[in-house]
């Protein structure tokens, strides 16, 4: 048990009368690969809001990492190592690609680090998901897939121990589909616990 | 002990103060509660309505309603013209939250100024035969001031909600509010139509003025105080709820009055927000809200 | 800016707002000045809640009230020197900005700017009611004797609110580049986002609703001073609201510079519309200003600048 990453139990979620998630577990060990499907409306983004604090869920707990993190504010469970990206991507429009960084850095890995070595850690993290070209881009700009990446590089900023990917790859092609998988394993291989929601099923096979 | 003869006088002040409310909120309704475009000079509009309505009974001897009615049309295109620039300048660009907002608050400042600049800030009100009297069923007083803008308010109230359900435009617009690509993928021009929205928000504007400045004298100050009451109108009685923006008047309308006959006149502003604020934390959606 | 060119110019603007009372005389300059700089200061203040974070606020005029009202208030009560009544205003405007934003803390967009025009309504009708200070009738203070070694009381008044003036810039700048500075820029784009990325979104907010209202609170300290009639007609007036929000608004708000800078812009306008056309034009004017900059340059001035910068090459 103590050795979850992610323990979520009995999670129950309404809306009104609506039941979105009706007594939900989840496990997921430390460096594990959970897949997750199903059809629009089954209340997958209900879940990872549960699990990330933006929403909070009417019965059941959620442990992270033995700690039990059922009424934190989203923040405190970013600073602990929860991280997601959203599907539809909601990068911050006045920054460039690389400020965009800066902040996850700053707030949930907690850089203290002065300035110069936040900013070499986010162009290393840049360069290592193929975003190093437009670091100094605004970000509201970016192409579908560059803007995608940038979620995911966002979360991995926050360093994360788990990270929720939500439909990263919606709307992709076959060759950028490939693209994100690889960046969602890479991350896997260095530890980090990946929840991934998609429809794609050749990506879901691979993963 | 409270009695019956002071209570029953309060809620039926309430109500009638209530349904004139309903001209105030009915722009809003449409603009800010199906549009989503936040017209925070909505009540500077209804003003400058009330103005019209002296300027014209004063000079001419127009009974006010009437003028309302007249100066509607007029409204409407102003109404239009705005929204097109508005539409241009922050719709078109995504700006809509902190200009938006900002651009409105001008516009509002601006009418006011120019209205002191004009008028001064000696109150002006109207002359007309019905005001002034009132008519009496038991203990129960019906001032005809308040009685005349009541039934003008429900029957504008009765032809948008008719408009808004039986007519093209008015499903038009409540289809823009709901899903606006759908709209544009079956043949209809969601600017042409927001327009019309927007002017039709304001036409109401003519109206509600005209009303207020039967119930009592006017000032260019006095839109403030119908800012927070519109706002909490529309949200207590649902975005993208003519009936319930009608309910939501009346129940205002009646809390106000028992606050101000029970705790004083003064009180009577921060009603509004109080409702506002319970509602936002309470029930959201409002009374018959669509989210 | 780099620091040593930021800091340096403001010494220098310091000493020749000291050089300058020196040799100017004529009261009337001192007065229009000491506007402008409140005006700015204003500016500065509201951009910090309305430009750094994204939260729109209606009711400034309250806050800048309640800086003056203190110094009546303690004035009449303890006869306190001029800086003991600057810091108490901008304690009392900060505590009310810490209040708001408790208050607020989960309303969005126009409700929270609703929200700024009900406290501010709210806090007229007491301060109306608080016979204390003067009620609805208002409130007469004294001119001091004492003005150090200036000339004149104005003189005074216009270095203080220089200072003011100049320390505020100071922390605006210091916190558009900050860590913090860029806590409350992801506020601003999205509140959301930026609370996954481990914000914590209500604090910070907080910080910068009780900054903004401590530094109005400090803006409004020596107005009593300033008018020598204080009433809350006068103190609560909508045309500090709109000034407030015209000025970062045209100067461009995603800058610490930008206040400053249409502050300087509309400041001065209005002062030269006052004496040559008339004083109640004047009022109109920034709320022409306004409609017209935002619809026309919905960044400012600064985001006039930087677009024209990126065309060459």
Same mark, same amino acid.
């Given at each position: ?9 009995? @999670? ?26 199903? +059809? ?13 604090? #933006? ?18 504010? +989203? ?7 929860? #991280? ?24 949930? #890995? ?20 193929? @975003? ?27 360093? +994360? ?13 076959? #060759?950028?589909?490939?693209?994100? @998988? ?26 | ?20 409310? $309903?001209?105030? $909120? ?110 009496? %069923? ?21 032809? %948008? ?15 823009? $509010? ?48 119908? %800012?927070?009451?519109?706002? $909490? ?59 | &800016? ?29 007065? *229009? ?8 200061? &204003? ?5 910090? =809640?309305?430009?750094? /974070? ?9 806050? !800048? ?16 020197? =001029? ?117 914590? /979104? ?18 409004? *300290? ?6 020598? !009639? ?15 929000? *015209?000025?970062? &608004? ?25 004496? /040559? ?11 022409? &200003? ?24």
């Amino acid at each position: 048990m103590s050795d979850r990453v992610l323990q979520v139990s009995g @999670l129950v979620k309404r809306f009104g009368g609506f039941v979105a998630l009706n007594g939900v577990d989840v496990h997921v060990g430390p460096g594990e690969r959970l897949g997750l499907i199903g +059809p629009n409306g089954s209340g997958k983004t209900t879940l990872i809001n549960c699990i990330s604090g #933006a929403l909070f869920n009417d019965e059941g707990s959620i442990r992270f990492d033995g700690q039990d993190i059922t009424r934190m504010l +989203p923040h405190r469970r970013a600073r602990l190592g929860v #991280a997601r990206s959203f599907q539809i991507p909601k990068p911050f429009r006045s920054m460039t690609v690389l400020e965009n960084l800066r902040v996850p850095l700053e707030y949930a #890995a907690r850089s203290r680090a002065g300035q110069r070595r936040v900013v070499d850690e986010a162009m290393d993290l840049l360069q290592s998901i193929g @975003l190093g070209h437009c670091a100094q881009h605004n970000s509201a700009g970016l192409t579908q897939v560059d803007m995608r990446k940038l979620e995911l590089a966002r979360a991995l900023a926050a360093k +994360p121990r788990l990270l929720v990917s939500d439909e990263a790859m919606a709307g992709l092609s076959s #060759a950028e589909v490939d693209e994100i @998988l690889e960046i969602l394993l890479a991350l896997n291989k260095r530890g980090v616990a990946v929840i991934m929601i998609e429809h794609i099923m050749r990506a879901v096979m691979r993963f | 002990m409270i009695s019956a003869d002071l209570f029953s006088n309060a809620v039926v002040s309430g109500l009638l103060l209530g349904g004139f409310y $309903a001209a105030v $909120a009915i722009g809003l309704a449409i603009v800010f509660g199906q549009l989503d475009i936040v017209n925070i000079a909505h009540p500077a509009f209804i003003i400058v309505g009330a103005y019209i309505a002296y300027i014209l009974n004063s000079r001419f001897g127009f009974d006010p309603v009437f003028v309302g009615l007249l100066a509607a049309p007029a409204f409407f295109v102003v109404g239009a013209v705005i929204y097109r620039v508005y539409f241009l300048a922050f719709e078109r660009t995504g700006q809509e939250s902190l200009s938006g907002l900002a651009f409105f608050f001008g516009v509002m400042f601006i009418i006011e100024v120019v209205l002191i600049l004009i008028y001064g800030v000696d109150y002006r009100l109207v002359q007309a035969d019905y005001i002034g009297q009132s008519w009496r %069923i038991g203990f129960v007083d019906f001032p005809l001031r308040m009685l005349v803008p009541f039934a003008v308010a429900a029957a504008l109230t009765a032809a %948008i909600y008719v408009f808004m359900s039986r007519t093209f435009m008015g499903r038009a617009i409540q289809a823009v $509010a709901q899903d606006r690509l759908a709209l544009q993928l079956m043949g209809a021009d969601p600017v042409r139509i927001k327009q019309w929205a927007f002017g039709l928000g304001i036409a109401t504007a003519a109206i509600a003025g005209s009303l207020l400045i039967v119930i009592g004298p006017v000032e260019p100050s006095v839109g403030r105080l119908y %800012i927070g009451r519109a706002f $909490a109108i529309v949200v207590l009685g649902g975005m993208g709820s003519i009936k319930g923006m009608f309910i939501a008047a009346l129940i205002l309308g009646i809390v106000e009055s028992m606050v101000s006959t029970f705790a004083g006149p003064s009180w009577s502003p921060a009603v509004a927000f109080g409702v506002l604020a319970i509602t936002l934390a309470l029930r959201p959606a409002g009374l018959f809200g669509r989210r | &800016m780099k620091a040593a060119a930021f800091w340096g110019t403001l010494a220098a603007i310091f000493v020749a707002g000291l050089a300058l009372t020196t040799v100017l005389e004529n009261e009337y300059y001192y007065n *229009a000045l000491y506007l402008i700089l409140q005006a700015m200061l &204003m500016a500065v203040a509201w951009n910090i =809640l309305g430009g750094f /974070t994204g939260y729109v606020n209606f009711g400034s005029a309250a806050f !800048f009230a309640m800086g003056a009202y203190t110094t009546v208030a303690l004035n009449k009560a303890l006869g306190l020197p =001029l800086p003991l009544l600057i810091l108490a205003g901008g304690a009392v405007g900060g505590l009310v900005g810490f209040g708001l934003g408790y208050l607020t803390l989960r309303l969005k967009g126009v409700y929270f700017a609703i929200a700024t025009l009900a406290m501010a309504i709210v806090i007229e009708t007491f301060i109306a009611n608080w016979t204390y200070v003067g009620g609805a009738r208002g409130s007469y203070m004294l001119t001091p004797d004492k003005h150090l070694w200036f000339d004149s009381y104005i003189q005074m008044l216009f270095m203080v609110m220089l200072l003011l003036t100049l320390g505020a810039v100071a922390v605006s700048r210091m916190l558009n580049s900050s860590r913090l500075g860029r806590g409350l820029a992801a506020i601003r784009d999205d509140e959301v986002a930026a609370e996954s990325a481990g914000v914590p /979104t209500l604090r910070l907010k907080l910080v910068s609703t009780t900054v903004m209202g401590g530094m109005m609170g400090v803006a409004g *300290a020596p107005f009593p001073y300033f008018v020598t !009639f204080v009433d809350p007609v006068s103190a609560f007036n909508l045309f500090i609201a709109v000034n407030a929000i *015209a000025m970062p &608004m045209i100067g461009g708000t995603g800058h610490w510079i930008g206040p400053v800078i249409g502050a300087l812009l509309v400041g001065t306008t209005q002062e030269i519309v006052k004496v /040559t056309v008339s004083s109640e034009l004047n009022v109109l004017i920034v709320g022409v &200003m306004l409609v017209v900059f935002i619809t026309l340059a919905p960044q400012g001035i600064v985001g006039l600048v930087k677009k024209h910068w990126k065309r060459k090459p």
